[in-house]
């Protein structure tokens, strides 16, 4: 016996028993023909894609990540999980984007000045919890939103919850400022801040002024919407049920149930669409969705939506000088980026601003790819070969725009570091207020509006008065911008509004650019052929309203 | 053995305190604000500061040390960034999955590996060493995430006849939760309905985590028994005229335990660590993709809290092997 315990014969000193080539290949072609033969099967199945034992009554949508926080004052993670719960007082109308219909709100009014809102609530209106949604209701679910130490109350702008807002009876609310909102109608209809939760549930389960029942909320929420929480598996799936009490009615043939899995590898979420054991799929891989898309099985619904993924310019440090910042615009290839790497599943941005924001057109403020003056530039700007720069981005978003960015700057003599951080670190250095020569000179990101106004976008992103800690990154400083941002202030877009943010367009995107847009991101839904009533809207971004899907006999 | 148990707890003890240590140092020391990723990016700062206070980001760390001791004697680890559920809640809800899916894994690959093992120990030389032998190579070299994505395909998408993960099928509610463990919960809630829609679910992932370990338990029973066999008192055994199963298994096998008990022990604890990307193909909500999450959102508190859990859990295995030994092998005393 030798000492890796193998007997080998007497007679020769080769092992005596080896799996032979020709056996492994027989048994492997065996296998392979049994795999592939079965694949075209499966497929032939063609447009009529059976659901199996499960209830044609339920909708079923895989998810790459559950939302672990369902409470509506501090959730800032995706809105899927809380639109089935909630409602807030208007709701953006189908895919517009600046036009609202009535929510919990019946009628919305406004003083001409625009200082004093009312909203007349739909009567009758009752939280799962079985308690009124009036406007006292509303009232003390807003002030909680606004008073909570982590919450999202900075959206609603109002200082003095208890004194601006008035409960007038009980479904008359009114709002008073200081300062004209114009759109405040359409702003109460954003994801962010505006869902109604049930004063009476956070108040019972607070566990105290840090708390104001977020715990309780986050996994069991009350709202007023269509669905009410059936059962929470944290990391696994939630089920949803039909409200009986919900106020606009069950008329339409509405799902009964709504169950969310979350199933993190789009692989799989593809597999179980295939199986029939999934409705609708969000968040796909390009190459999953391209393939689907031929499929006729299957119906992508693909809205473009208002989120823009791009490169931030730390303005304070190495690219002070606006035609270094110029230079690496002209560097990046988007017509081939989106081609080639993103296989068309998203837009060519124009400006730094979404494409649907007020006020802008057509035109495009984004600069050519063009290496020779990309060139031409950095030597105007004495911007030597040789030079190095660093990017930052975060684990899972941006390495491969960051190292495509590097590919071409490296055409241009400037080596660009990658550096891949974690989300956690990535945010500290983002919003951070270190010194320029300690932080990147190039950061990887994503935005997308809370509603379509070109001031709620840009204030905070580009104005010369914000710090990075309120998301100017870049410590991005133009007087001509802030003073066309201020401008813009609370403004109804017509066209002189509209010549302003054309004009910020040209500053941010290419006369003294800010980011560098790389992409504005397109929301793929994939849903069988038999679903129906699925609208997407660009301003909210990856959430569906489930209350009018159905699915056809 | 009564003080030898007392002396390994005690040591336990100095274990888990530089463990936690170390890992409360680490969280502290890597880069990044916790407070901003529970606000979010587009909180503002005042409600970044709100959240650094009251998650007592802003005391000294000499302070969120005692504070953070005194908590774990009371079970609580602090909240997940990521869940903002007690991450004591969070550990109820998500290690169920994992301990339930490494204990089905290490049972089943304890059975393959001594059966095979023994097998190729027995028939050595010949086909079905050779054949055990390639199982146990393929089973070592090729990755799980692989043989996990190919059995998904193979048996969900076109075979059709087990599921592709999760713990039941979609729409079916879970049991009452006692054990965490939805099979037993299953037949405690006399549901054998549940309880074989759960076996259901548990084929594949289990299957593909044992893969591994059986290759190993495999090459240890073969090797060990194939010394053993050639013994002298194994050939005195034959002589007599014993029947040759009872010599494999009561005086062969019997004496081939100790590096086998070793081995599964080692195993089991791998598993725990391991179990992340099999979950993470399967969907199975366990403490393998909770730590996943934790990782990727540097959720500190989370992460400190698993490595505890899995650091004792790591020591309690090893431990138990420890004393099994004596247990196992009559001649072996535990000072």
Known sequence: MTDDGIKRSGASNELQYRLHRRHFLTGAAAFGLATVGRVPMSLAAATDLPIGSRDPRSLVVVVDATVENLDPATNVEWAYGLRPVYETLTVLDGAETSKVKGSLASSVTSSDDKLTWTFELAEGVKFHDGTACDAAAVKAAITRTIKHPSGLGVAWQVADPDKQIVAK????????????????????????????????????????????????????????????????????????????????????????????????????????????????????????????????????????????????????????????????????????????????????????????????????????????????????????????????????FGDTECQLLQGWLSELGITLHLQEKSFSAFLDDFFGDAPADQRADLFYFSWWPNVNHPYSYAWSLFSGETKAANGNAGRYANDDATKLIGELRQKIIDDEQATKIRKLAQILTSDDPAWLPIQQERTQFISRRDIQGMVNNPIYVATLDMYNLSRSA | ?????????????????????????????????????????????????????????????????????????????????????????????????????????????????????????????????????????????????????????????????????????????????????????????????????????????????????????????????????????????????????????????????????????????????????VELIFNLPGLGRYTADAIAGSDYNAIMAITLVVSAAYILINLIVDLSYAFLDPRVELK
Not at chain 1, 332 to 342: G, K, P, S, W
Not at chain 2, 6 to 20: C, M, Q
Not at chain 2, 57 to 66: A, E, G, H, T
């Open chain 1, 169 to 396: 009876d009980a479904h008359t609310i009114e709002f008073n400022f200081t300062e004209a909102r114009p759109f405040f109608d359409v702003e109460v209809s954003s994801q962010y801040g505006f869902w109604i939760a049930s004063p009476t549930a956070a108040e019972k389960n607070s566990k105290g002024p840090d708390d104001m029942g977020t715990e309780f909320l986050q996994s069991h929420p009350v709202g007023s919407g269509p669905y009410r929480i059936e059962t929470f598996n944290p990391g696994q799936d939630v089920t949803y049920v039909r409200s009986e009490d919900f106020h606009g009615g069950w008329d339409h043939p509405h799902f009964e149930r709504i169950i969310t899995k979350t199933v993190p590898v789009s692989a799989t979420r593809r597999q179980l669409l295939e199986a029939g054991e999934a409705d609708i799929a969000l968040r796909m891989e390009p190459q999953d969705i391209v393939d689907l898309k031929n499929d006729p099985r299957f119906v992508v619904s693909d809205t473009l939506t208002a989120t823009l993924q791009y490169v931030v310019f730390t303005t304070d440090g190495k690219l002070a000088d606006k035609r270094i910042r110029q230079a690496i615009c002209h560097a990046f290839d988007h017509d081939a980026y989106l081609r080639d790497v993103v296989l068309g599943t998203a837009d060519k941005p124009r400006s730094v601003f979404p494409m649907q924001m007020q006020g802008l057109d057509d035109t495009s403020y984004l600069l050519p790819f063009d290496l020779e003056k990309a060139k031409a530039l950095l030597e105007e700007a004495n911007f030597p070969a040789g030079s190095e720069l660093t990017i930052t981005y975060y684990a899972g």
């Open chain 2, 1 to 277: 053995m009564l003080r030898f148990a007392i002396r390994r707890f005690v040591s336990t003890a100095f274990l888990l305190t530089g463990v936690l240590v170390m890992t409360f140092a680490l969280a502290r020391i890597l880069p990044g604000d916790p407070a901003r990723l529970v606000a979010g990016a587009r909180a503002g700062p005042e409600a970044v500061a709100a959240v650094r206070a009251q998650l007592g980001l802003d005391l000294p760390l000499s302070r969120q040390f005692i504070h953070y001791v005194a908590g774990i004697f009371e079970g609580d680890f602090g909240k997940s960034i990521i869940t903002r559920r007690p991450i004591s809640i969070d550990i109820l809800t998500f290690f169920p999955a994992t301990v339930e899916l490494v204990i089905l894994a290490s049972l089943l690959s304890l059975a393959g590996g001594v059966t095979l093992g023994v097998l190729a120990a027995v028939k050595s030389g010949g086909k079905a060493d050779a054949s055990v032998r390639a199982v146990s190579v393929f089973g070592l070299s090729v990755p799980d995430f692989w043989t996990g994505l190919i059995c998904q395909l193979l048996f969900f998408s076109v075979l059709g006849i087990l599921p592709f993960g999760g713990r039941l099928s979609t729409g079916v509610a879970m049991p009452p939760q006692v054990t965490g463990f939805v099979t037993v919960d299953s037949l405690l809630a006399g549901r054998p309905d549940l309880f074989a829609d759960a076996l259901h679910h548990m084929i594949l992932p289990v299957f593909v985590l044992a893969i591994p370990s059986t290759a190993i338990i495999i090459r240890v029973v073969r090797t060990t028994m194939l010394e053993v066999l050639s013994a002298d008192y194994i050939r005195t055994a034959r002589a007599k005229g014993i029947a040759p199963l009872k010599v494999y298994l009561r005086h062969a096998l019997a004496n081939s335990l100790l590096p086998i008990v070793t081995v599964f022990g080692l195993n089991m604890g791998l598993m725990i660590s391991g179990a992340v990307l």
